[in-house]
């Protein structure tokens, strides 16, 4: 098998033997890889700190046999370092990952999700004074990507705009007549909070919002109770973001 290149952004990394990781990346081509670098935990190591968490990088890889490719060479294009080195950003950029990595397949070309997420941690590695905020814009755009954009100015079952109670089950705001009996009372505060944040740029999603406390809670809860039912998998993640938040 001929080598391949690919860019993309490195998720995580486990160890592997001795000496080496197993490496997963999500690329712009190739969708969410899983590659072993060989020999990276020797401290003479060709690919130093290349194939950290948030990188944007180039590589070179082979294609296994099995689930595993084997990644060569990797040159760093963003090192996106800032968000390491900061517990509020680095708890909005593992939210991220571990958002994108519960939705993203392996081999299944995604272009839209690579790049959203490459927009996400530019935004964070720009410091917002908000990190917590470019998150659920973050979320917000990766429900629409992946085909659950909730309904937030109109009912999610009748389009009726009388929309005051909430429901992740039936698809976000929704009118008293649709309610179902899990539905709760929701404010139109909170859903032009979660509106502006759905379509905002990631870029502009960090600046400081003229909000209440409250509202800024709610609809964060809104939003993460939306999100782990839709994507079905509890984000373990979520729970470290609130904490930093508040
Ligand atoms: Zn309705």
Same mark, same amino acid.
């Given at each position: ?103 993203? %397949?392996?081999? %299944? ?138």
């Amino acid at each position: 098998m001929p080598p391949y290149k690919e860019q993309g952004i490195v998720l995580r990394s486990i160890k592997l033997g001795e000496a080496d990781k197993i490496v997963s990346i999500l690329t712009q081509g190739s969708g969410k890889v899983r590659g072993v670098a060989k020999g990276i935990r020797k401290t003479t190591s060709r690919f130093g700190g290349r194939l950290e968490p948030f990188t944007h990088v180039n590589l070179m890889l082979y294609r296994g046999r099995g689930a595993l490719d084997t990644i060569t060479q990797a040159e760093i294009i963003a090192p996106h370092r800032n968000i390491r080195d900061d517990l509020s950003l680095f708890a909005a950029g593992e939210t991220m990952l571990e958002a994108v990595d519960k939705v993203s %397949e392996e081999h %299944e070309r995604n272009v839209r999700l690579a790049l959203l997420l490459l927009s996400g941690f530019r935004a964070l590695d720009a410091k917002p004074a908000d990190p917590a905020a470019v998150t659920e814009s973050f979320l917000l755009k990766l429900l629409s990507l992946s085909g659950f954009h909730p309904a937030l100015t109109a009912c999610a079952v009748c389009g009726s705009r009388d929309v005051r109670l909430w429901s992740a089950g039936l698809g976000g705001a929704v009118c008293p007549a649709c309610a179902d009996h899990d539905a709760a009372a929701v404010s139109p505060d909170v859903l032009a909070l979660l509106a502006h944040l759905a379509t905002t740029e990631l870029s502009h999603a960090g600046l400081v919002l003229e909000v209440d406390e409250r509202t800024r809670r709610r609809s964060r809860s809104l939003l993460f109770g939306f999100v782990e039912y839709h994507l079905e998998r509890r984000m373990k993640s979520v729970p470290m973001l609130v904490r930093t938040a508040l």
